[in-house]
């Protein structure tokens, strides 16, 4: 692109203000390949829809809450993977490791009879352990993570059914604390209704700091009156979620959990030096090593976060279900939150997604999931559609990733 044809570019962003300035920005960045969320957004649109029209059951409070408890436990691991794909790697061991962490949780509560903090601890260090464990291989010997978390899926499940025993499956106390925090507690009205109004002002706040420093720096940034009217827009959206859940039980702490879990790894990928070294050396290593990153240290990190990841999503899993047993992490826990990371555009080959792909892509799966159950249908038909849905998020991924490269070179 010439340096005529840049500047007029940039002076066109500039101009962009308000409501028509931000539907251009996502028109052009559409155009250029960048389809950002809007597929999965579309997709979940369709599915809700469909599913309301042939269940007027499936849009309402009650469900809806229960779909966002469910998502949880997978959509944490989703957000670990979406960690590994953002390198261009891959980990098949996450199901056999929120197994395993689900396992030693109950052993040590249960049987043990440590403190429920204590046992938590342990669990998600055992995670990132193995994490660290991956890191070396990958790094030192050169395995493939395909074959390194293949093999893990193998020898962590085998561990779970160790651990467990004879008696094969143990029951997590009811009332204890962890067990009412995934299926019992719920968040105050007035304390959603705080946290809708916080995240409309952190989105201001932060979008406003980027702003500035894009200005400082000579770069096109968005408008004050585009940042508020995007603040207002989440506002409002927030407000009515909280409001029309607690038509029932109202917003469940764990699923609070998980969005908190999500908007942190938002901002390390998006606001930090190590995210933007993730963004690199996924999108291309070799550039990334030559930059001065420690390329290393950023697939160990990676590797780290997502058996931690996977190890807290075990926890929450077996508080959720109050038990952990041989069939914990096992079933199609792996492939939904490989399967959530990739719908909710993460892409497969490395260095494009974001942490909030995973609460995207876990709540379309989940509705699926869902929608059929109230259908009363076969969980034959969930697979084949859910294989659909991906096998759709991956040829979005591939058709734009091409659509960036012919609009760069041109």
């Known amino acids: 692109m010439s340096t005529i044809a840049t500047d007029r570019q940039d002076e066109r962003l500039k101009n962009r203000d308000g409501l028509r300035g931000a539907v251009a920005d996502v028109v052009e960045r559409a155009r250029g390949g960048d389809l950002g969320v809007i597929p999965v957004v579309v997709g979940l649109i369709v599915i809700w829809s469909v599913f309301q029209i042939l269940n007027p059951i499936f849009l309402s409070s009650a469900n809806l809450v229960n779909l966002t408890l469910e998502s949880a436990a997978v959509g944490v691991i989703a957000l670990g993977i979406v960690c590994v794909l953002l390198v261009g790697q891959i980990d098949l061991s996450v199901g056999s490791v929120s197994g395993l962490s689900g396992a030693v949780l109950a052993v040590l509560f249960v049987g043990e009879g440590l403190p429920v903090w204590l046992a938590i601890g342990a669990a998600v260090l055992m995670g990132a352990v193995i994490g660290w464990l991956y890191g070396q291989l990958f790094n030192r010997f050169g395995v493939p993570s395909f074959v390194i978390t293949l093999a893990g899926l193998l020898a962590f499940l085998g561990l779970q059914l160790y651990v467990l025993g004879t008696k094969g499956s143990i029951n997590l106390p009811f009332d204890s604390g962890l067990v009412n925090f995934a299926q019992l507690d719920f968040v105050p009205a007035w304390l959603s209704y705080t946290f809708a109004v916080i995240a409309a002002v952190w989105l201001f706040a932060s979008g406003f700091l980027h702003a500035q420093e894009r200005r400082k720096a000579g770069l096109s940034a968005r408008s004050v ?59 291309n290593e070799e550039a990334a090593r030559r930059a001065g990153i420690n390329v290393r240290a950023i697939y160990t990190s990676v590797f780290v976060l997502c058996s931690t990841f996977a190890a807290v999503g075990g926890i929450l899993a077996a508080a959720r279900l109050a038990a952990a047993n041989q069939s914990s992490g096992a079933g199609d826990v792996n492939l939904n939150a490989i399967a959530a990371a990739v719908i909710g555009g993460t892409s497969l080959f490395g260095g494009r997604g974001t942490a909030f792909g995973a609460l995207l892509g876990i709540i379309v799966i989940q509705s699926i999931s869902s929608g059929l159950t109230l259908l009363n249908l076969d969980s034959s038909i969930r697979f084949v559609v859910t294989g659909a849905v991906l096998l759709l998020a991956v040829i979005v991924d591939s058709v734009s990733r091409r659509s960036r490269t012919s609009h760069g070179r041109a």
């Open 225 to 283: 009156s585009t940042l508020a009217l995007r603040s207002v827009a989440l506002l409002v959206v927030l407000a009515f979620v909280v409001w029309y859940l607690g038509q029932t039980r109202g917003v469940g702490w764990m699923f609070v959990f998980f969005v908190a879990l999500v908007l942190i790894m938002h901002y390390l990928l998006s606001r930090t030096k190590w995210g933007r070294a993730v963004y690199a050396v996924g999108g």
